[in-house]
């Protein structure tokens, strides 16, 4: 199955190192992150894991439940999160998919079979409260992902729900942003009493509304 933005993210049910998780119960009216890891006891892998446990606090600020999958077996990735913990300083602190079966590999299209017909390939989704999928990147095995770059799209994605604002190029919280071109001046002076800049008609740089 292909998943694309803006389509319903699947429901599964599959074992975790926290337990069973029915994956929609586990997001309830959070955001998500869904990211899935080649293989257990691997050196790029241990490091994103450990990170992630790192971010944690930044994720729950920002009410995003963070999952994690790989394809090996539970017994497997008890013994690695013990290594995971020792060598990366921090407490794993979220649950690991124990995705033997690739149940959850499939639905989301992890499995890319002209890279490697086994391993995953390094996923990310990002899921709304609505279910609905609102960001998918794919890195090769080799390359550990930048996980600040995903707390920066959810904080792009948040910001943009709730304004009539679209964020620019390498934008972090706090930045200024852009005024979406499809309001009309009249109605942006309602919607941003700050006032902007007018580079050209269709680029409105305004501050960040929420700040
Ligand atoms: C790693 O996580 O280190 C890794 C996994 C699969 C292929 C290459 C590297």
């Not at 920002?62 to 090996?72: A, E, I, M, W, Y």
């Not at 600040?148 to 620019?168: C, F, H, M, N, W």
């Not at 005024?179 to 269709?202: N, Q």
Request: aromatic content about 10%; charged content about 25%.
């Amino acid at each position: 199955m292909t998943l694309r933005l803006g389509d319903t993210a699947p429901d599964f049910s599959q074992d975790s190192t926290e337990g069973k998780i029915d994956f929609y119960d586990f997001v309830g009216d959070s955001w998500a992150v869904l990211f899935s890891h080649p293989k257990d006891f691997t050196p790029v892998c241990t490091t994103e894991l450990g990170y992630v446990g790192k971010l944690k606090p930044e994720f729950d600020k920002r009410n995003v439940k963070v999952l994690g999958l790989s394809v090996d077996p539970l017994s497997d990735h008890t013994q690695w999160v013990g290594d995971i913990e020792e060598t990366q300083g921090h407490q794993f602190n979220f649950p690991l998919l124990a995705d033997a079966d690739r149940k959850v590999s499939d639905l989301y299209d992890m499995i890319h079979p002209n890279a490697n017909d086994t391993l995953t390939v390094r996923s990310v989704f990002i899921i709304d409260p609505a279910k609905k999928v609102r960001l998918i990147i794919t890195y090769p095995a080799s390359t550990g992902r930048n996980f600040d770059e995903i707390l920066r799209v959810i904080d792009s994605l948040q910001l943009t729900d709730g304004y009539k604002v679209a964020t620019p190029v390498n934008w972090k919280d706090g930045d200024d942003v852009i005024i979406v071109p499809a309001l009309s001046d009249e109605d942006a002076k309602e919607r941003f009493p700050k006032g902007w800049v007018a580079h050209k008609p269709y680029l409105r740089v305004t501050p960040q509304p929420n700040k």
